[in-house]
């Protein structure tokens, strides 16, 4: 919707980005992979949000990555649930006031009131 597509843009214009779309693909892995897909799936979350070096690394801790990297081996439907949680809170304390009085936000305001 308008306003998930107005926080990606000020994320990606603040580049944090990897953080939404971190917590967009693991809804997406939870809610929404058939259990014979979910190795795959995982492997491919933690390859680009979670290993060293991934092209979208997201700041997690060491012991949220180490416990991530040993569900690899069974994955679960929230194997990435506590680092998602963690991404969340840091977007709520941190990304989303950034939004709330961003001009971005104002216009979209704006728009709607109209």
Same mark, same amino acid.
């Given at each position: ?20 779309? &971190? ?10 992979? *058939? ?16 290993? !060293? +070096? ?5 700041? *997690?801790? &060491? ?16 194997? &990435? ?13 941190? !990304? ?10 104002? +216009? ?7």
């Amino acid at each position: 919707d308008q306003w998930t597509q107005s926080f990606d843009t000020l994320l990606s214009n603040k580049c944090n980005e990897e953080n939404i779309e &971190f917590w967009m693909a693991c809804e997406d892995f939870r809610n929404h992979t *058939l259990h014979e897909d979910l190795a795959s799936k995982a492997n491919s979350i933690y390859k680009e949000f979670i290993r !060293s +070096e991934a092209p979208k690394e997201i700041n *997690l801790d &060491f012991h949220t990555k180490n416990a991530i990297m040993q569900s690899l081996h069974e994955p679960t439907a929230t194997c &990435f649930l506590a680092a998602q949680r963690k991404v969340y809170s840091l977007m709520e304390n941190n !990304s989303y006031p950034r939004f709330i009085y961003s001009n971005l936000y104002k +216009e979209l305001c704006d728009a709607a009131r109209a």
